[in-house]
């Protein structure tokens, strides 16, 4: 959906956006169960009844953008896979009383959905020596040509799907996904066409921070501090449209704010003893 679909976006354009990110079909090609047996989908009804009605006295309240999932994913940030290793173990919280609420948002597990599978098809040709337009074709968003469709392509993809899927669903059991319900009203949709004309910034990340901005509101919670938003996106970063909206936004991938978030935020919640962190990733 382009910047000219958002000039005179409705309701209803949104609602059937929301309803392709709800689509299970890469799961179910990769032999995976149903995504709703696999992750937390929380409203923001449902994160105020957790958090209110839980035996823990204080939560830590962070969302996740895609790209600091990937780094974990797939292994290639260790600064950012310790402290989440850290974040995911209570006996290194300083509170045994607290809680520390890893979410993100459905339009960001649909986008790592989208990327495996690229990924999957792409390494495939490119080991069946396939012609670069071909992954090109792929990188934007066609089908394979028929003609390339044959069986090994087929397991090869397949079984990179299927091991890529299996553990991105076991990191993502560590996740609240932020789902809220869709009931869009005028001023959402202000909301989005403010976030692509003025922000400057993708259809989907505007969707995510909409997203993130309806459960902004539990930064009034005296017992909930955030929710921090967490990218490595510096465009989205410092979109002044999109830190309007969320309270709090860091860049991980600068080494300030990186810096900033672990003194300012993280050394208050966890021990960070013995891991190197200075610096960002």
Same mark, same amino acid.
């Not at 689509?23 to 995504?35: H, N, T």
């Not at 006295?57 to 780094?71: A, Q, R």
């Given at each position: 959906?382009?910047?000219?679909?958002?000039?005179?976006?409705?309701?209803?354009?949104?609602?059937? /956006?929301? $309803?392709? %990110?709800?689509?299970?079909? !890469?799961?179910?090609?990769?032999?995976?169960?149903? /995504?709703?047996?696999?992750?937390?989908?929380?409203?923001?009804?449902?994160?105020?009844?957790?958090?209110?009605? $839980?035996?823990?006295?204080?939560?830590?309240?962070?969302?996740?953008?895609?790209?600091?999932?990937?780094?974990? !994913?797939?292994?290639?940030?260790?600064?950012?896979?310790?402290?989440?290793n850290r974040l995911t173990d209570n006996k290194f919280y300083w509170n045994k009383e607290s809680e520390i609420i890893l979410s993100t948002t459905i339009i960001n597990v649909v986008e790592i959905f989208d990327? !495996?599978?690229?990924? $999957?098809?792409?390494?495939?040709?490119?080991?069946?020596? *396939?012609?670069?337009? =071909?992954?090109?074709?792929?990188?934007?968003?066609?089908?394979?040509?028929?003609?390339?469709?044959?069986?090994?392509?087929?397991?090869?993809?397949?079984?990179?799907?299927?091991?890529?899927?299996? +553990? /991105?669903?076991?990191?993502?059991?560590?996740?609240?996904?932020?789902?809220?319900?869709?009931?869009?009203?005028?001023?959402?949709?202000?909301?989005?066409?403010?976030?692509?004309?003025?922000?400057?910034?993708?259809? +989907?990340?505007?969707?995510?921070?909409? !997203?993130?901005?309806?459960? $902004? =509101?539990?930064?009034?919670?005296? %017992?909930?501090?955030?929710?921090?938003?967490?990218?490595?996106?510096?465009? /989205?970063?410092?979109? =002044? *449209?999109?830190?309007?909206?969320?309270?709090?936004?860091?860049?991980?991938?600068?080494?300030?704010?990186?810096?900033?978030? *672990?003194?300012?935020?993280?050394?208050?919640?966890?021990?960070? =003893?013995?891991?190197?962190?200075?610096?960002?990733?």
């Open positions: 959906m382009g910047s000219h679909v958002i000039n005179n976006i409705s309701a209803t354009q949104v609602i059937d /956006l929301f $309803s392709n %990110y709800t689509s299970d079909d !890469i799961l179910e090609e990769a032999s995976i169960e149903k /995504l709703e047996d696999h992750l937390i989908f929380v409203n923001p009804e449902e994160f105020s009844y957790k958090t209110g009605f $839980s035996d823990k006295d204080f939560f830590l309240f962070l969302i996740f953008d895609t790209n600091l999932l990937l780094d974990i !994913i797939w292994k290639r940030n260790k600064k950012i896979i310790e402290i989440y990327k !495996i599978r690229f990924c $999957s098809d792409a390494l495939s040709l490119y080991e069946l020596k *396939v012609s670069p337009d =071909e992954v090109i074709r792929v990188y934007h968003g066609k089908e394979v040509s028929n003609k390339y469709k044959n069986n090994d392509f087929e397991f090869r993809s397949y079984k990179k799907a299927y091991t890529q899927l299996k +553990k /991105l669903c076991k990191i993502l059991n560590n996740f609240w996904i932020l789902y809220p319900d869709i009931d869009l009203n005028p001023e959402d949709i202000i909301v989005l066409r403010n976030l692509i004309f003025r922000g400057s910034i993708r259809d +989907k990340d505007a969707l995510i921070a909409w !997203i993130a901005n309806k459960y $902004s =509101e539990f930064t009034e919670y005296g %017992y909930i501090e955030g929710p921090y938003f967490l990218t490595t996106d510096k465009n /989205l970063a410092k979109a =002044e *449209v999109v830190n309007d909206l969320i309270f709090y936004v860091y860049n991980l991938g600068d080494k300030k704010e990186f810096q900033e978030f *672990v003194d300012n935020v993280l050394k208050s919640w966890i021990n960070l =003893e013995f891991i190197e962190i200075a610096g960002g990733g």
